[in-house]
């Protein structure tokens, strides 16, 4: 009380001096800005009043990581890790090709070294991403120019995943970066460094839009809030919005100054962009734009001169940005506000262990009896593992928190593939989080390709002559019971499935197609004969030489399809050949055994 005291006299001993100043009579004894000084750096200083102020991150126990994981050590600057309520995903090592692990969320500890796998690509995987809409479908991109779909079953892959559901071919060199679009079902893009960006409708296994406006390598992509504007940074310092249905470039603008990959992602629907590089003196900083004016950013702002790319990760629904670097061991994070400075430093979360790649959960498979508002999935740089850190805003009451969890985006669309091409646009379908369950989608569903990706008539033929060989026998190993051998017995319906179990696959073989391999005795020959015959060959010849016209490839991208689906066929034709061979061998020995237990039994009867 008494400094408060002190400090209005001063304030009233200053107005006076002032006055007497003014006037010109008598010295100035207190001098005034030494008054003004503490109040002007207590507001300077003052904190700034905010709900996440305390926010502080919180890492899993070791028997909550993911343990045992061979991460790829790829130079390219990907996540490497793609998070939903269901599984996660992590890029792994292998000496040839591509693979990525698939495990339930719930599966932590040490990981078997013999676990199951998706190995279709045939180059390093370089991307992933899992759809929104549907927790079971994972697409990814690859060294091989491809961008592959894939089906995983709801409790994780019991073998090693070879088969995708859609294959996508239309870039000329590896495909780097993928993204799902936030509203629209089915729709994809993803960027190559042929310079090409390239919206797919996987549905229909078609590309939408060819988008070819960048000179150089393209380092990221986002999409904003409805889908309808995606931004990328491009390796000639320069920073776009584009138009993705037209590939129309809509505004541009040097980004940063540095050599180094430059990041940029949408700060949701405030129609600002934030980016993330190098300065020209390689220091770390990020700046803030606006979407409609590229020429000068509406703050720029230095962090620290670390050499690894800040990725920029941005929760909608807290707004808050949590910038990660990779090859740092510390996740930094900002909250956005809608007037200058436009970022305000909140805190940052510090560990001993460098990051190789970061992953994230969806809003709706955070834990709001703890109050997380976000959770990522952190790849260790030095040793194998996946370690989960959940952001946490500290709440003594244990009801759930409306101020924190706002409606957040639902796992169902809002928009088809078409009604989004032919130009609506429409925000994310909202769901409450006030259940407090993950929100997990349960439709296991098959993609199925259009007419014109469907498999010539000669493939489907050979799939369905072929498709005995993945049916095995099975045998009855029950041992023979030498006292009913010799008395003849009954014929019984359950002797008739022993004996027809018994019986081996080029029986079945036969009996399959006995009826097709029947060939009707020719006709005598005579003139009218030969004559009916040339005429029904011609007119055969005619109708293969057109069905061969119809299922031939016609264009460079058909002929690419067919050779990889042949390739496909005859290895698992190899596959099947060898299997039966096994079997055969197997149901010999058998026989032969059997074969010496009756002679056996013979002679003790005898």
């Excluded at 107005?15 to 006037?23: E, H, T």
């Excluded at 797919?200 to 960048?214: E, L, P, R, S």
Aim: glycine residues 6%; proline residues 5%.
């Amino acid at each position: 009380m008494h400094r408060a005291e002190d400090c209005v006299d001063i304030v009233q001993v200053d107005k006076l001096n002032s006055l007497n100043v003014k006037k010109g009579s008598g010295n100035n004894m207190v001098d005034v800005r030494a008054c003004n000084k503490p109040v002007e750096r207590l507001w300077f200083r003052g904190v700034r009043s905010s709900k996440f102020r305390h926010v502080y991150g919180l890492p899993a126990k070791r028997e909550g990581c993911y343990e045992n994981i061979k991460i790829t050590k790829n130079a390219h600057d990907g996540h490497y890790c793609a998070v939903n309520p269901k599984f996660v995903a992590v890029v792994t090592e292998v000496a040839g090709g591509g693979t990525f692990l698939v495990l339930p969320l719930h599966n932590t500890g040490r990981l078997d070294f013999n676990s199951s796998r998706v190995t279709g690509h045939r180059g390093p995987v370089l991307d992933i991403k899992w759809n929104p809409f549907n927790d079971n479908i994972i697409a990814s991109c690859s060294d091989d120019c491809t961008v592959k779909l894939w089906y995983i079953p709801d409790g994780g892959l019991a073998t090693h995943l070879t088969d995708w559901l859609i294959d996508l071919h239309g870039h000329k060199r590896r495909v780097g970066y993928i993204e799902w679009h936030p509203s629209a079902e089915n729709i994809l893009i993803s960027a190559g460094f042929d310079h090409l960006m390239i919206v797919w409708d996987v549905g229909h296994g078609q590309a939408v839009n060819v988008i070819d406006c960048h000179p150089d390598v393209i380092y990221s992509l986002s999409f904003n809030r409805d889908g309808s504007l995606v931004t990328t940074t491009c390796k000639d310092k320069k920073l776009r919005v584009i138009e993705p249905r037209r590939g129309i470039v809509l505004s541009e603008g040097i980004c940063h100054a540095g050599t180094k990959a430059c990041k940029a992602v949408f700060l949701g629907n405030t129609g600002r962009i934030l980016t993330t590089g190098f300065s020209r003196h390689s220091d770390r900083q990020y700046a803030v734009w606006s979407q409609s004016d590229l020429s000068e950013p509406l703050v720029m702002e230095s962090i620290d001169s670390s050499s690894g790319v800040l990725f920029p990760y941005y929760d909608h629904d807290t707004r808050i940005v949590y910038l990660a670097g990779k090859g740092d061991g510390n996740i930094r994070y900002y909250e956005v506000v809608d007037q200058a400075p436009w970022l305000h430093y909140l805190n940052q979360f510090l560990s001993g262990s460098p990051q190789r790649g970061l992953g994230f959960i969806p809003k709706r498979g955070c834990d709001v009896s703890q109050c997380e508002i976000f959770r990522f999935y952190k790849l260790h740089a030095t040793k194998g593992m996946c370690e989960p850190i959940s952001m946490i805003v500290p709440r003594k009451s244990d009801q759930f928190q409306d101020d924190l969890y706002p409606d957040t985006a639902a796992p169902s669309p809002a928009l088809t593939a078409q009604e989004w091409i032919s130009g609506k646009n429409c925000n994310p379908i909202l769901m409450s989080m006030k259940t407090g369950v993950m929100v997990r989608t349960h439709k296991p569903k098959v993609y199925q390709p259009s007419e014109n990706m469907s498999l010539p008539t000669a493939h489907v033929n050979n799939s369905k002559k072929f498709a005995f060989l993945s049916q095995e026998t099975v045998p009855d190993y029950r041992p023979v019971d030498v006292s009913t051998t010799i008395d003849v017995q009954p014929v019984t319906e359950k002797s008739q499935k022993t004996s027809s179990n018994q019986s081996t696959k080029f029986l079945q073989i036969q009996q399959m197609w006995a009826s097709q391999q029947v060939q009707p005795q020719p006709p005598p020959i005579t003139k009218t004969n030969i004559l009916s015959s040339e005429c029904n060959k011609g007119s055969s010849f005619s109708n293969e030489r057109e069905e061969l016209q119809e299922d031939s490839p016609k264009t460079e991208y058909q002929l690419q399809r067919a050779y990889s689906r042949q390739c496909e066929e005859l290895k698992l034709l190899r596959r099947q050949l060898t299997n039966r061979e096994r079997r055969i061998l197997e149901l010999e020995e058998q026989v032969i055994k059997l074969q010496q237990q009756l002679k056996e039994a013979k002679r003790q009867h005898k």
